[in-house]
């Protein structure tokens, strides 16, 4: 069965402390890795897209990377409004109209 | 720009009561469309989603229904409200490959 897990469950950094989230999938076929960023009472916010082992974007203080069963989302000098959820989730290869799985998350707390 | 509503933000509803959220997308035309469930601590169940008017698949059978009654517009019902469907409910569109989210309609029944 197609499945996403992530971890840690909960992450508490230092600001400035660097660290990376975890995702690790296991998939028939990945069209996809997604992370997004969700703030309490709000909305999934679109990060980042990959799509094949040895993928890398940035945005900011955030970097994502891809490998062929996992992902990492790594935070660079971390502020405290980086504090957040941070999920990640699958489009499997097959799947119709872009179905995402997601994992529970991580809840970042970022602490001055 | 692409923009997405939902409709209410909070609502708390006595079990056995009716349901229905709205979510209307602009700024597009002919999106695939989603309903979401998160539950407290979980990630996001995949309710139903639409690839057009009057095109609904639901992904888990439950106590909701879906309904597209025009093209940017997606609705979410209940005839009657259980404990359980307690949540945060969010609708989605997809541009490409990317799902876009909305703000999100928390659901308290009791």
């Known amino acids: 069965e197609d499945q996403v897990t992530q971890s840690p469950e909960a992450l508490r950094l230092q600001e400035g402390e660097s660290s990376s989230l975890n995702c690790s999938y296991t998939v028939s076929g990945l069209r996809g890795l997604f992370w997004y960023r969700q703030d309490p009472g709000k909305g999934p916010e679109f990060l980042f897209t990959?799509?094949?082992a040895g993928e890398e974007k940035e945005k900011e203080r955030l970097k994502a990377t891809l490998t062929k069963k996992e992902s990492f989302l790594h935070i660079t000098a971390p502020k405290p409004e980086d504090s957040a959820t941070y999920l990640c989730a699958f489009r499997d290869y097959g799947g119709a109209t872009n179905k995402l799985i997601f994992g529970t998350g991580t809840l970042l707390a970022v602490q001055p | 720009s692409q923009t997405i509503h939902q409709w209410p933000a909070t609502l708390v509803q006595p079990v056995g009561s009716p349901l229905s959220l709205e979510c209307t997308v602009e700024g597009t035309s002919n999106p695939n469309l989603y309903w979401y469930r998160q539950a407290a601590g979980r990630g996001l169940q995949l309710l139903f989603y639409?690839?057009?008017?009057?095109?609904i698949s639901s992904e888990v059978p439950q106590n909701l229904s879906a309904s597209r009654p025009q093209d940017r517009q997606f609705i979410l019902s209940s005839k009657k409200l259980l404990l359980s469907d307690s949540g945060f409910y969010l609708c989605?569109?997809?541009?490409?490959?990317?799902?876009?989210f909305g703000p999100g309609t928390r659901l308290l029944v009791l």
């Open positions: 990959l799509y094949s």
């Open positions: 639409s690839v057009g008017i009057g095109q």
């Open positions: 989605a569109w997809t541009q490409g490959e990317t799902q876009y």
